[in-house]
């Protein structure tokens, strides 16, 4: 018996764990028969969509027992013991040999596949030394930076221990904030410095438990002093922890804040209220609502893109703002949205998995 003999035309093959000599029966029976049809038992109630009829159908060794699936008598009309078997039992009928041959497309392939294999080699060799210089670089660019910051640290503390009694409250709050905001710049670099000796994965960047609500504070806390210049209000709903960084959570809702802020309307206090709500288990909808100048409709779409500035903006900015709180959305497996209306406001939406994921920033 081969398959010739057979006639088939039209094969459903039915799988549930398939194999190693399993696949390699499928591998022969799909080069020799015009039309096959692998599927999964799970999903086999549809198959009779891709054919109306099937010649012959074949299962695996782990396929519950093909003749009790109702969908058999509608798909397989007049079936007998020689169009319903096992792939093992068509292996022995067919005198299938145990090694299928390379076919001329299969050398070619293989060829192709191990010249870019070597081609990838090269490209990793080459990123490795790149990114042994990128660490060397970030060590030197996190010394050069934290001197300084250090020393503004170390003056603020003198100031606020020698003067004490001699400053109003107003100037130790002063040094407290320019504390406050020295030890977070230096957190800022260890967090970048970190990353950059790490492979931006899950189990690289040890990510950690992080409060949303204590992240937006400190944000607050370190635009305290634009907060009370402009006269806005922030209020901040209950938000969720989040398995990640804490840096680009603090990079993320200052992004925000400051876009707030620059884009407060002259007509009235800017109003900034910070919320979530859970969508699903493990994934939850942060929004930011303002009521500043809001954004023109034409605009919406290109906010998020890498230097885009508004054109109600007089500010030096970069245009990365956005951009990188897009990017870090992302990096949740998320996705940030914006609605806005002209002299009413904005609300900027997005959804966080629980946990980080493993794309780069």
Known sequence: MNQTEQNWQNVLVVIHDVNDAEWKIITQLQNEIPSVRVIVDDNIEGAEWQFPRYDAIL??????????????????????LNTIMSLTQYKTLCNLPDQVQPTTEIVLENERLKKQMELLEGQNKDLKKSNEKLTSFAHV?????????????SFGQLLESRNANALDDRSLEFIKLMRNNAKTMSKLIDDILTNAKMNVSQEALMLKPIDLNKVVENVTLMLSDKIRETNATITIGDLPVINGIESEFLQLFQNFVCNALKFSSPE??????????????????????????????????KVFEKHYKSQNSNS??????????????????????????LD??????????????????
């Open 59 to 80: 299962f695996g060794s782990n396929v519950t027992d093909i003749n009790q699936l109702n969908i058999i008598n509608e798909i397989l009309p007049n079936s007998d």
């Open 141 to 153: 660019i996190s010394h050069d930076l934290k001197g300084p910051l250090r020393t503004i640290n």
């Open 268 to 301: 009235r206090p800017l109003e900034l209220h910070i919320s979530s709500f859970t969508q699903h288990a493990g994934e939850y909808i942060i929004s930011i609502k303002d009521n500043g100048i809001g954004i023109a409709e034409d605009e919406q779409a």
């Open 316 to 341: 030096a900015g970069t245009g990365l703002g956005l951009y990188t709180c897009q990017k870090i959305v992302e990096a949740y497996a998320g996705r940030i949205d914006v609605k806005s209306k």
């Open 344 to 361: 009413e406001g904005t609300t900027f939406m997005f959804n966080l998995q629980q946990s980080r994921t493993d794309k780069d920033l």
